[in-house]
Structures are given as C-alpha cells and as structure tokens.
C-alpha cells in the first residue's frame, strides 16, 4: 500500500513543480501605466443610464472620441437577490454584489422628506448629525439590515467610506426626478457607510421645464457643468447623473414607438454634448473620466440583454479594450469592478471584500472591426447563448431520459431490438463535444446552432460506428471529448466562454477556467476513455502497472489544470477529479480501497494543494482561490463556512429546478435496475472490462464529491454519470445475445 501511494504521490509532486516553475509574465504586466501625480487627482463617473450598447450606433462622436482616446467594454451588471436598477448602483459602491430593496432615493438636507428636513429624518431614522452640505440617504438603516441577510458579506457604502477616511471628496450632481417621483440612485455609489455623500446637488434646481421632453422636464446642462466645475476644483470622485436617458426609457409605455425613439436619441445626443464639454475641460493625462451604464434599457432587460456599456480614459489605462482579473476577457467589465479602479487610481488599495479587480486597458491590434460594431456584435453572441441555453440543453436532456428508458423498455420487452439504440446512445454521448465546437461554425440563429449541432454529432456518431467493437466507439469519444476540453482549457478556453455549456457573461457566476458543466464531461470521459483504452491494451501485469503509472501522470496534469488559477481555476472540480482519479489509480493497481486508504488519499490531496498555493505568485492572475484564501487571511475560517452553506443552498435549489435532476436520477435508476434484470448482466461486463470498471468507480466518486463541493455539483454530477451510464448500456447491448 504504501509503495503504491508513493508512486501516486511522485507524479503529482513533480508535475505540479513543472508547471509552477515554468516562467510566465505576470498578469496585466505591461499594461498599467504609470500614472502621474500632479495636482489633485480628479475621477469624474458620468451615467448615462437605461441604453444599451446598440443605442451608441447613432452620432454621438464625442461618446465615439472619449471610446478612442481610453477602454471601452461591455459591463455585467448582477446584483444580489434580483436584478433592479436600484441594486446595481448599490453593487457599483459596495464592489460586491449587493440588494438595495428598491430604494433609490437620495436628499440635500434641507428638502422635503415626508414632510420634514431630510437630514432632521436621517438624524431621527440613524441617530447621525449630518453636516448642512451633505447629501443623505434616510432609508439607509433599510438597505443595511437588506443587506445583513445575504449569504455573503456585502458592505453598502464601502467606496465612500473609504474614500472619506483617506480625506477624498465626493460629490453627486443631478437626478432622474420626473412627476412626483424621486429617482437618485447615483448616491448609492457615492455614499459612506452611514449613508452620507460629503456634497452635491440631486435637487430639482438643476431640471428645467421644457414641452419637448418626457414628462416635459429636462436636465439644464449650464447649470449642471456650473456645479462641476465648482466641485471638481476640489478634486476628488464626482459623480453625474444627468437622468434624460433614464426619463426617456420610462416613456416607453406612455409615447408611440416613433416618439419613444426620438426621446432616446434626444437624450443621448444632448448627453454626448455634455461629455464632450466635459473632455474639453479634463487632463486625461491626468484625471480619470468613466462613462457607465448601470442597467439597460426596459426593452433590453425584457429580451435579456443585460450587458451594458462602460467607457474609462486616463491615466494607466491603455487605449483598447477593457478588462480585468475579474473576466480576463478583453471587452468584458463587471461592475464590481468600477470601486475597485477608483481606489487604484487614488494609490488606495483595494479591501478583501471588495471582490471585483482594477479594470486595464489592452490593445486592439488583432480587431479589424470597428470597436463599438465588434462591441454589437459580441454582445449579440452573448444574449444569444444566453437566451438559447434552454432551447438546447432541455432537448438534450430529454433526449438523454428517453434514450434511458427506452433502453429499459427494450430490455424487459424487445431485446432483439436494443442494437436500434446505439447511434442514439452515442449521439448522447457525443453531444457535449458538439457543443463545443459549435461557435466555430453556428450563427447566433438558434436554427444554425440546431442544423451544426445535428451534423457535428451526426458526423462524430459515423465516424465512432466505423469501430467495429464498442469499446473502441466508446474510447474515440471519450478521449476525444477530454482532449477538446483540455486543448481549449489550454489556450484560454475560446470555445467554453461561447458554448451552450459553458459559463455566460450575462450570469456572471464565472467569466474563465472550467465551468461545472464541462468539469463533470471532463472527468467522467478522462476516466472512462482511459480505462477503457487500457482494456482494449490487454496488457500484461508488467506492463499494466507502467501504464498506470503513465495514467498517474496524465491524471495529475490534467488535476492541475482543473485547479491552476492560470486554467481552469475549479476548487470543487480539482476535489471530484482528484478523487475520481486517485481512487482508479488504486484499483488500477489492485489496491481494494478502504476506509483506512481514506487518511493518506486525503493527505495527498492537501499536499498537492499545499504545493500549488506555495508556488504560486504574482504569475498567475487574482482568482476565485486567491480571493477565497485572501478572505480567510482576514476573517479567519467564516468565509470557507459562508461558501460551503451557499453551495448546499445552491445545490437545494438547482435539485427542484434544474433538469440535469432527472438526467442524474434516470441514469442511476437505469443502473440499478440493471443490477437485477437481466440477471448477472453488470457482474459479467464488470469482470470481462474489469479496468473499465475501475473508471466508472471512480467516475462515480467524482460525481459524489461534485455533488458535495459544488455549488452547481447536481450540474456537474449529471454531465459525469453521463460517462458513466451511457458506455454501460452499450456494453449491455454488446452482452446480452451472450448472456
């Protein structure tokens, strides 16, 4: 025993070495640039909300200047509990995700809150003596006690209380205001924790009435550029909310679709004015400018397109495409990310709770298109994917059930019939290959993604019927299936951010590394490919061992890249693949395992860790480990207790909702009931591919530790059975007639 977990232990200590010794750049190195500290730093934060990245189509070339002159991106904007306006001005400050409770509402001290002072009922409402300067929010206790209830710690307020406590002025100029109506979230941002903004001006004063405007009110721009000016000598984080944008997208239901256009580009037209007076007037050699949209358009938030614009230019960030550690994708922001990027840019670093990172600009070298028409287009492709994944994943599903009980049906009823099932178990099986190399040749048109996906897949099944065994046909697409996934995981994982079953930029769960979905094909069709390949060796002793060895090897590296947070980044993927993996490992070299073996397996487990974490530096980009183990630096073992109860939360809900439940629950009852009819079935292909079934042990330890250690583990334990079940009931078909 111990000799053999010697030799699994050699492998994963030296592979883990050889990678983390490798030479690579650090992450962003060569991006930022140095930023000049002359005079008093200025970040100007300009929101043009409720458009979309389409709505910049139009002439606007100040919007289409300031997108030349610094980054630009498409932004995520997710909150905590629900998606609504409110709440992503709140996430904008907390820089984590974050629940307003509908509440938007901001006053200057001395106007009218429920009939008295607004700072009379802040102090009443909090305890607090706001200064006659201050802006106030009075349902702040609200917010905060919302807040207390999330299952992560959120701090509502933490961009202005940092910046108050470092002596930074903050300012919010102008509203949304329309009827009787108070609409100034723009304070959310700017607020401390107690829910104060040092100064500004959200009042009526900066409105003028005008007959040719929704609600027949505008912003008075004079006015508003006079109270910059007189703020910004100051220096310090201003923020504007001019509020036409937002007045035209609530006219959506009161004008005809002509006039509700015309509002909307009235609207942004005189708001590229503005920001081009603004640019005028702005050393971006020096000052920070930021262009945002907190949340879409009506009509984009009813087709699901989510994403918003961001535009950033100044001082370290490089003309191009935006991004960050958050994404890693070139042209992709979260909003979490805009705190953070403030506090940078003022030397300020950022907190741990803070979880999103400095947003850096990259060159463009590599796209011919026009910036905002790529921005278009890649949009499109993302809503597209989004908006889609059921229409596709249900299917296949469905399709994964049927098979599976029509596979049963067939035993107990017409098994001279089940070979008719084979091209449709394999098609199964191939499926998630074909969903990866769908972008490669599907339009954003479902019809083309439904017409690619029939002949990629039909094309793998003809190709895979051409073995004459089924083992062979099982180990083509297995060990084709893993070297896609490992390939693309190698070069940055182009095909997974675009897949059905990859991750969304519109959820944001997760932006790079390996998604559950693909975590769970991934070990399931390693394994299983594997050990069948050895079956089909038909090795002797000797040389069995050698090529266990040699599994030990590829095993390892490929645990690394499922936990490397250059790769796949996966914590609850390297624990199912490093324990599907060992335990094949034992019993590939004979080793019955039991409960004793469970010590040392985990003791490799924390060593491999160990290894990896200690080697780990500045080369390899912040992720969701290094902000996990950043957390636990700070407040101890709480955070490790907080991501465990939300996985099992997750987990509970995806297990009523999710329709991988019943693919989960189909395949194992499948298994079961072919443990007794017909009878010795599984014994006989058990003994007769005894390797084989020492993948599917080990597959399916993976899929109970997915379960355990993932917050979408139902997902990731469905996709791996899938490895499992399938091959199983081809070896079936294949005993049957000998039985």
């Known amino acids: 025993m111990t ?92 820089g984590t995700r974050a629940y307003a409770g509908g509440i938007d509402e901001a006053f200057g001290y001395n106007e009218e809150y429920g009939g008295q002072k607004a700072g009379k009922v802040f102090t009443n409402y909090t305890g607090i003596k706001p200064l006659r300067q201050n802006l106030v929010v009075p349902d702040m206790p609200r917010i905060i006690q919302e807040n207390s209830k999330l299952d992560h710690e959120t701090v509502p307020g933490l961009l202005g209380e940092i910046l108050k406590n470092h002596g930074i002025p903050v300012a919010v100029l102008g509203n949304a205001d329309f009827l009787d109506k108070k609409n100034r979230p723009a304070a959310l941002i700017a607020m401390d924790c107690q829910g104060i903004i040092a100064s500004g001006d959200v009042s009526r004063d900066l409105l003028v009435n005008d007959d040719e405007s929704p609600f027949f009110v505008k912003t008075d721009y004079e006015k508003l550029y006079q109270k910059f000016v007189k703020y910004a000598r100051s220096g310090g984080l201003i923020i504007i909310h001019p509020g036409d944008t937002v007045r035209a997208n609530d006219y959506l239901n009161l004008a005809n679709p002509q006039q509700y256009e015309h509002y909307r580009k009235k609207a942004l037209k005189d708001a590229d004015a503005f920001i081009g007076r603004l640019m005028r007037n702005m050393n971006l050699a020096q000052d920070l400018l930021m262009v945002i949209t907190p949340f879409p358009s009506t009509s984009g938030y009813r087709q699901r397109n989510l994403l918003t614009p961001f535009i950033a230019a100044g001082p370290g960030i490089k003309p191009g495409f935006a991004t960050s550690a958050t994404t890693r994708r070139p042209g992709l922001v979260a909003n979490i990310d805009i705190a953070p990027t403030i506090l940078e840019y003022f030397n300020i670093p950022a907190p741990v709770i803070m979880l999103g990172h400095t947003v850096l600009g990259v060159g463009t070298e590599n796209i011919t298109l026009n910036s905002l028409e790529y921005f278009i287009r890649m949009n499109r492709g993302i ?55 769908l972008p490669l040749v599907a339009s954003d048109k479902l019809f083309s993604k439904y017409l690619w996906l029939v002949l990629l897949t039909t094309g793998i099944v003809m190709v895979s019927l051409r073995f004459m065994e089924t083992l062979r046909s099982i180990i083509f697409i297995c060990l084709s299936t893993s070297s896609g996934i490992l390939l693309d995981l190698l070069v940055g994982a182009p095909l997974m951010k675009l897949s059905i079953l990859g991750y969304d930029s519109i959820g944001g769960a997760r932006y790079y590394g390996l998604g559950n979905e693909y975590m769970g094909v991934l070990i399931g069709s390693f394994t299983t490919g594997i050990t069948a390949l050895i079956d089909e060796s038909r090795m002797g002793s000797r040389k069995k061992t050698s090529l266990s060895i040699l599994c030990a090897v590829l095993f390892t590296a490929t645990v690394y890249l499922i936990f490397s947070p250059r790769y796949g980044s996966n914590v609850g993927g390297f624990i199912s693949a490093y324990g599907a993996f060992t335990i094949t490992i034992l019993m590939l070299l004979g080793i019955r395992v039991k409960s004793s073996h469970l010590g040392p397996i985990a003791a490799g487990m924390v060593l491999f860790i160990v290894l990896l974490l200690a080697a780990t530096g500045s080369s390899n ?20 207790w907080d991501i ?45 591919y005894h390797n084989l079934y020492s993948g599917f042990v080990g597959a399916g330890t993976g899929c109970l530790l997915a379960l355990i250690f993932n917050d979408s583990g139902i997902v990731a334990a469905a996709t791996m059975m899938v490895y499992i079940a399938l091959p199983l009931l081809l070896l079936v078909i294949d005993e049957i007639p000998q039985s």
């Open 3 to 94: 000799k053999a977990l010697s030799l699994l232990l050699l492998p994963i200590i030296l592979i883990s070495l050889l990678f983390e010794i490798a030479p690579e750049k650090a992450y962003g190195a060569g991006i930022i640039q140095e930023s000049p500290d002359s005079g008093k730093k200025l970040v100007v934060m300009v929101i043009l909300d409720r458009i979309n990245i389409e709505d910049l189509a139009g002439d606007y070339p100040n919007i289409r200047r300031l997108m030349e002159k610094g980054a630009s991106a498409l932004m995520n904007t997710s909150t905590s509990v629900r998606m609504d306006h409110a709440s992503s001005y709140l996430t904008i400050g907390a």
């Open 621 to 640: 980009p912040p992720s969701h480990i290094s902000q996990t183990l950043a957390s636990v630096k700070v407040h101890g073992m709480m955070p490790l």
């Open 644 to 688: 465990v109860g939300r996985k099992l939360s997750m987990n509970l809900k995806l297990l009523k909702y999710t329709p991988w439940t019943r693919a989960l629950l189909t395949s194992i009852g499948v298994i079961v009931a072919l443990f007794y009819r017909p009878p010795h079935i599984l014994k006989n292909i058990f003994q007769k």
């Open 383 to 437: 809503v597209a994917t989004y908006t889609q994944r059921a229409y596709l994943i249900k299917p296949y599903v469905a399709m994964q059930i049927f098979v599976s009980l029509g596979f049963l049906l067939l035993v107990f009823l017409r098994k001279n019939r089940l070979k008719t099932l084979r091209p449709f178990i394999l098609a199964n099986m191939a499926i998630p290959l074909s969903f990866l190399l």
